[in-house]
């Protein structure tokens, strides 16, 4: 009998403050873009406003530039958008979880027993 063993594990980007960027932030910023702000961003993924909030202003002030930029309420509300460096970030991350997502299937070949 042949047992398959593969390797597994989880990227991210650290800044001084820890996690910088991963899945979770990067599924946010994501949602933020689509939403167009960070309550309607962290309703679509289960997660309360002020998680999500802490989440973002934890990115913009380890950010060289913030990723976020948030608008006060008016009549219509506030809302959020990404900033260039935000999309940066975004395509950053993803580049780098599809190199290790790579890495991960190469290395789990010769892992078979």
């Not at 979770?24 to 873009?33: D, F």
């Not at 702000?37 to 530039?65: E, F, H, P, T």
Request: no cysteine; glycine share 16%.
């Amino acid at each position: 009998m042949t047992t398959a063993y593969k390797l597994g594990g989880r990227v991210w980007i650290e800044g001084p403050e820890g996690t910088f960027l991963g899945y979770g932030r990067v599924t946010l910023l994501e949602r933020i873009r689509q939403h167009g702000s960070i309550s309607a961003a962290a309703r679509s993924m289960q997660m309360s406003y002020l998680r999500a909030w802490k989440l973002v202003d934890s990115m913009n002030r380890q950010g060289r530039q913030p990723l976020v930029e948030k608008s006060t309420g008016g009549r219509g509300g506030g809302g959020a958008r990404l900033t260039e460096t935000g999309e940066r970030s975004i395509e950053l991350f993803w580049s780098a979880y599809r190199d290790f997502q790579q890495f991960l299937q190469q290395r789990s070949g010769p892992l078979q027993g």
